[in-house]
C-alpha cells in the first residue's frame, strides 16, 4: 500500500528555475507536511499545511483538501536547495505516512 | 530549538548481535517515533511511544523492540541483528498532531 505518492522522483534544475514537487494522497488526512533532508543530514520540516497556501522565502506549499494534492514551489532555485524533498501525511491520531522523496539538484 | 539527539551516526555490527540505538529528546514531548530509511521505500515506522512505558508497533515492527522508561529517552534494540536491517535509523518526537523533530540518524551497516 503506497497512501502517498510524490512526483517527479528525480529533478535536476538550473539555478533560477522555479521548480514544483507534487504529492498526491489517497486517504483523508487532518494535516500535510513537507520536509527537507541534505545528504547526509537530518530531516527538517519546512511546512504543516491542513488547507490554502503558506510561504517562507522561496518556498511555498499549497494543498487541495479536495483533490487530495498538494504541491510544494521553489522560486529562483539556488544549489543550496540541492536536497531530498519528502511529503508526509497525518492521518487521525498521530500516524505519519511518508512519500519516498523528490531528489532535486540544482546546477549553478 | 528542539533538539533530538541519537547515540551514534554510524556503527557496524556482526549478525546475530543485540544493538541498542538510544534517543533523547529536550522539549517534553509525549510522543516518540522510530523510523527507518531505505533508498526507494521512504521512511518506515518501526515504533512508536506515546508515553512512559507506553508502546505501540508500527508497520514494520519484526525483529524491533523498543524501550521508554523515562519521557526523553527512547531505545530501539535489535535482539539479533540480520544484514536486512542494515539501513538509516532516525528517531523523532513530537506533540499531538504538530511537527515531527528528527535526530540526524544512524547508519547502521550489519555484516
Known amino acids: 500500500k503506497n497512501e502517498v505518492e510524490q512526483s517527479p522522483q528525480n529533478l535536476t534544475a538550473q539555478e533560477g528555475e522555479f521548480i514544483t514537487i507534487n504529492c498526491s494522497y489517497s486517504?483523508?488526512?487532518?494535516?500535510l507536511h513537507w520536509l527537507q533532508q541534505h545528504p547526509g543530514g537530518g530531516i527538517v520540516s519546512l511546512f504543516m499545511?491542513?488547507?490554502g497556501k503558506k510561504k517562507h522565502g522561496r518556498l511555498i506549499a499549497t494543498i487541495n483538501i479536495q483533490e487530495k494534492h498538494s504541491s510544494l514551489h521553489i522560486t529562483a532555485s539556488h544549489p543550496r536547495d540541492s536536497a531530498v524533498y519528502i511529503c508526509?501525511?497525518?492521518?487521525?491520531?498521530?500516524?505519519?505516512?511518508f512519500g519516498t522523496g523528490t531528489s532535486l539538484t540544482v546546477i549553478p | 530549538d528542539v533538539k533530538v539527539t541519537q547515540s551514534s551516526r554510524y556503527l557496524v555490527k556482526r549478525t546475530g548481535e543485540k544493538v541498542f540505538l538510544e534517543c533523547v529528546q529536550d522539549?517534553?514531548?509525549?510522543?516518540m517515533f522510530w523510523y527507518r530509511q531505505d533508498p526507494g521505500l521512504g521512511l518506515r515506522l518501526i515504533y512508536f511511544?506515546?508515553?512512559?512505558?507506553?508502546?505501540e508497533k508500527g508497520d514494520i515492527p519484526e525483529g524491533y523492540s523498543v524501550s521508554r522508561e523515562k519521557k526523553e529517552r527512547f531505545s530501539l534494540i535489535l535482539e539479533s541483528a540480520s544484514t536486512n536491517q542494515t539501513s538509516m535509523y532516525l528517531c523523532?518526537?513530537?506533540?499531538?498532531?504538530?511537527?515531527?523533530?528528527f535526530g540526524p540518524g544512524t547508519r547502521l551497516t550489519v555484516l
Open positions: 523523532a518526537s513530537n506533540i499531538l498532531k504538530g511537527e515531527q523533530f
Open positions: 522539549m517534553d514531548h509525549e510522543n
Open positions: 486517504v483523508g488526512i487532518s494535516a
Open positions: 511511544s506515546y508515553d512512559v512505558k507506553m508502546k
Open positions: 499545511l491542513s488547507s
Open positions: 508526509a501525511v497525518v492521518l487521525t491520531g498521530n500516524q505519519f505516512y
